[in-house]
């Protein structure tokens, strides 16, 4: 079947632009979470939510960053005013569990490579 | 601020060889201890884990061993081929639904 999605794959910004990443995820997954990987780094953890709710966004590194996932399937990685910092390869997951056992069981996307300039 | 220290950075083996990748972890939520693969432009995906239950665990080449009291736990990877080039990831649960990643270790196995 399918796996998880993400549009763009790439994409590049100018200083100062916004920017919004897509994440389709496999179907009827409850869990979708969001990481960001900078170069030659592991995956940070950013936001998690179960189906609509926004459970933790304790890794959003500033206020410019938003996500949404209005009907607990798609969901949007919103960055607004983008920064050179903010270049980095940006993740999604997602799980057909919800709680303890999301950890579990994550099936990541391809990512989508935001470069700003 | 929750860390796991992977070791080494990168990582060079002869094909046939024994791959040894090595990770510390400091106080986590509990004991799982997953190993991500990931390939060049795709997102990392699990290969193996371990639970508390016990101290190894194998699949096929993969072998996790789980060290509790020095908390550290490590992939061997056995026979390793040129298709297990990739960089590797060790992580830890930081809470019921956070994990945290180490910084990755880059495998490259010579033909």
């Known amino acids: 079947g399918a796996g998880v999605s993400q549009s763009p794959r790439y994409k590049v910004a100018k200083r100062g632009q916004d920017v919004a990443l897509r994440c389709d995820p496999i179907s009827g997954h409850v869990s979708l979470f969001w990481y960001q990987q900078a170069l030659g780094q592991g995956p940070e953890f950013l936001t998690y939510?179960?189906?609509?709710?926004?459970?933790?966004k304790s890794g959003l590194p500033s206020d410019r960053f938003f996500a949404e996932r209005p009907e607990g399937s798609v969901s949007t990685l919103k960055i607004q005013r983008t920064q050179q910092e903010d270049s980095a390869v940006y993740l999604c997951?997602?799980?057909?569990?919800?709680?303890?056992?999301?950890?579990?069981?994550?099936?990541f996307g391809p990512g989508t490579r935001l470069t700003v300039t | 601020q929750q860390q796991v220290k992977q070791s080494p950075q990168s990582l060079i083996v002869q094909k046939g060889g024994i791959s040894i990748i090595n990770c510390a972890y400091e106080?986590?939520?509990?004991?799982?201890f997953p190993w991500y693969q990931q390939f060049p432009g795709k997102g990392p995906a699990l290969l193996i884990a371990i639970r508390p239950d016990v101290s190894e665990k194998k699949e096929g080449r993969f072998t996790i061993s789980f060290n509790k009291s020095a908390k550290q736990f490590s992939l061997h990877i056995m026979d390793s081929q040129p298709g297990d080039s990739a960089t590797y990831f060790c992580?830890?649960?930081?809470?019921?639904?956070?994990?945290?990643f180490g910084k990755g270790t880059r495998l490259h196995i010579l033909p």
């Open positions: 997951a997602s799980s057909p569990t919800n709680g303890l056992a999301t950890i579990y069981e994550q099936y």
């Open positions: 106080n986590t939520a509990f004991d799982y």
């Open positions: 939510f179960q189906n609509e709710a926004q459970l933790d």
């Open positions: 992580a830890a649960p930081l809470t019921d639904d956070k994990i945290i």
